[in-house]
């Protein structure tokens, strides 16, 4: 963070000072040109480029976790910003995670392992893989980028998971599929859904 340049700082323009060869109505004019020029066209300076002013201070909104791609945007617990978007914080490895749970879904004979700070998800999960509770279909938003699971180049809003009884068909997909289109999911459709998933895994990371 960087403090807020004062106004009118000591950098301000002003008209340069005569020479003695001038003429006098030249000279007269000239110093009361010098005289009003500090209050002539005193503003503010801007945030100096790429950082925003966000409630007095200047931000760096690219990776400020509290004003993550613009002000008052703050992002979750176990996630950092980078490039203005809400990540999982690259400088916490998988194995020291804490405060959430670790899900690993088996979709079309393929294993996906996501993390989600969602203590209901969690719960839900645990209970379908027990056999406690009924299959549902889970349904995440998607982010760019690889987390715990880094065959894949995408990976779930870990704290937007839930479970759903029906779905549109259009989120359904094997993860492979996933993969193989990222501009048009991460783009277009947004969301993942599959309706196959079966829940094999639950890590608890309190």
């Known amino acids: 963070m960087a403090p807020l340049a004062s106004p009118c ?3 301000a323009h002003r008209p340069a000072h005569p020479s003695p060869g001038s003429r006098p109505g030249l000279l007269a004019a000239a110093l009361a040109a010098a005289l009003a020029a500090p209050l002539a066209g005193c503003t503010p300076e801007p945030c100096p480029r790429p950082l925003v002013e966000c409630d007095g201070i200047c931000i760096d909104v690219a990776s400020d976790v509290d004003h993550c791609g613009r002000c008052g945007r703050a992002c979750g617990g176990g996630l950092g910003c980078v490039a203005g978007q809400c990540v999982p914080d690259p400088g916490a490895s998988c194995t020291s995670r804490s405060g959430g749970a670790f899900v690993t879904l088996e979709v079309c004979t393929q294993a ?8 209901a998800f969690a719960d839900q999960a645990d209970a379908m893989r027990t056999g406690a509770a009924p299959a549902r279909i889970p349904v ?3 982010r760019a980028g690889a987390d715990c699971d880094d065959q894949w180049s995408f990976h779930p809003d870990p704290a937007t998971p839930a479970f759903a009884d029906v ?9 492979s599929s996933v993969q193989a289109d990222l501009p048009y999911w991460l783009g277009t459709v947004r969301q993942w859904c ?3 998933a079966r829940v094999v895994a639950v890590d608890r990371r309190p």
Do not use: H, N
């Open 140 to 142: 995440f938003d998607l």
């Open 9 to 11: 700082a000591a950098g």
């Open 112 to 119: 996906v392992k996501l993390w989600t700070s969602s203590g």
């Open 167 to 175: 779905t549109v068909e259009l989120c359904d997909a094997c993860p």
């Open 194 to 196: 599959p309706w196959t």
